[in-house]
């Protein structure tokens, strides 16, 4: 990725710092891209005693999560504490008096996980990874927390999401929408950490606005909004937001304007060790 489009981390933590008050009255695609990611779960038999939600944000999916697995300790991990504050904010008071919550915070970065290796059986993640510095270095933390036979589940964002928004701020040579990786390469990054069986597939969510101004709003709400480290730093001038707006017109349908999200669903196994016919672990050696 261009080195212009690299989250600025300190930006993404302040984004979604200041919108851990607005998150859940905005986060309409995030619940339901949540929602479609947690049905999943249906096929997949798995019995975990630890899972880790990377990424947790206001504990939309933490919920569901501990219904579906009450016997597991849930870790809620995200970069912005206020986010964390909010997720914990969900648990009942009773559960917290009590120390029946089997919930706990950490405030990381996907890009570094604080958290030791080979003790989580679920990585858990929901629209988080398109924030990360370098992919595959995620893949490779989730590769090192992971124990054996655990499983790697999460939704990101591809190139085509905003992409009226890319067509319509194009021009003036700056960076003003984030730049998804596609899945074809998602899934290559997987296999080159070291996952097995990864599965991947994609599809295309329409949300509607009556104006520029409203989505844009709606991503500030969200912690959303251009966080690359080549983003203009200064504020969008009146006479370059009417600009975007009037492009931004040829996209309009039956009154609306669409924005279109290309939401990425992958899962993997981390492979159990290779044992040979006495049991003993089979280990690869290769010419140099």
């Not at 569901?64 to 964390?84: K, W």
């Not at 707006?245 to 996209?251: A, D, G, M, S, V």
Request: hydrophobic residues 40%.
């Amino acid at each position: 990725m261009n080195d212009a489009f690299v989250p600025d981390k300190r930006q993404v933590r302040r984004s979604f710092e200041r919108a851990a008050s607005t998150y859940d009255r905005a986060a309409v695609l995030q619940r339901e891209v949540c929602t479609r990611a947690l049905e999943r779960l249906d096929l997949v038999k798995l019995d975990p005693a630890a899972i880790l939600d990377a990424g947790c944000g206001t504990g939309f999916a933490a919920r569901a999560l501990r219904e579906r697995y009450p016997r597991a300790t849930l870790v809620g991990l995200d970069i912005a504490p206020a986010m964390l504050h909010a997720s914990r904010s969900r648990i009942p008071g009773w559960k917290k008096w009590l120390g029946a919550s089997r919930q706990v915070f950490v405030c990381g970065d996907n890009d570094r996980l604080p958290i030791r290796p080979e003790c989580v059986d679920m990585l858990w993640s929901n629209l988080a990874f398109q924030w990360a510095s370098d992919l595959s270095v995620v893949f490779a933390e989730c590769q090192r927390v992971l124990r054996p036979g655990g499983l790697l589940m999460f939704t990101t964002f591809g190139p085509d999401t905003l992409k009226e928004l890319r067509t319509a701020s194009a021009g003036d040579g700056k960076v003003h929408v984030n730049r998804f990786i596609d899945m074809h390469d998602v899934g290559d990054m997987m296999i080159g950490a070291g996952f097995a069986d990864p599965v991947m597939d994609m599809e295309y969510l329409t949300l509607t606005y009556a104006d520029v101004r409203t989505l844009m709003q709606e991503l500030k709400a969200i912690g959303a909004h251009n966080v690359a480290s080549g983003r203009s730093r200064g504020l969008t001038g009146k006479r370059a937001l009417q600009d975007i707006e009037q492009r931004y017109e040829k996209f309009r349908r039956d009154e609306r304007l669409p924005a279109t999200f290309e939401v990425i669903y992958g899962h993997a196994w981390k492979p159990l060790p290779r044992t040979g016919p006495g049991g003993r672990p089979v280990i690869d050696i290769k010419a140099r």
